[in-house]
C-alpha cells in the first residue's frame, strides 16, 4: 500500500511539473544589440519592454525602421521621463526619421 502511494506521488510530480512547461510563456525570443549610435531588436517572440538609452545632441535625428511580419510592434522614443516625442502603436513594416 505504501508503495502504490510512493508511485502515485511520484506520477502526480511529474504531471505537475508537465503542467507547469506548457503553461510558461516566452517574454523574449531574439536578440538585441546597441551603442552610442544604434538600437537593434530583431526577434521571433517580444512580450515584454527593450529599452536603450543614446545622448544626442540637440538637431539631430534617429532613424527607424521597423520591419512587422506578424503581431503588435509599439514603439516609444523619449528624453527621460519627459513626454514621448514619438509614438507609434501597432506599427506596420515602415522607415521614417523621429526630429
Known amino acids: 500500500m ?4 510512493f508511485i502515485l506521488g ?8 508537465m503542467l507547469c512547461a506548457c503553461g510558461k510563456k516566452v517574454a523574449f525570443d531574439g536578440s538585441r544589440t546597441g551603442d552610442a549610435d ?10 515584454t519592454t527593450c529599452t536603450h538609452d543614446m545622448e544626442m545632441a540637440s538637431g539631430e535625428s534617429i532613424d527607424v525602421s521597423v520591419e512587422c511580419v506578424s503581431g ?3 514603439i ?5 521621463s519627459e513626454a ?7 506599427m506596420q513594416t515602415s522607415s521614417f526619421q523621429v526630429s
Open 10 to 17: 511520484i506520477a502526480a510530480a511529474v504531471v505537475l511539473i
Open 72 to 74: 503588435t510592434i509599439s
Open 84 to 90: 514621448p516625442v514619438y509614438r507609434g502603436n501597432d
Open 2 to 5: 505504501r508503495g502504490k502511494k
Open 38 to 47: 544604434h538600437f537593434d531588436v530583431v526577434f521571433d517572440t517580444l512580450n
Open 76 to 80: 516609444e522614443i523619449q528624453k527621460g
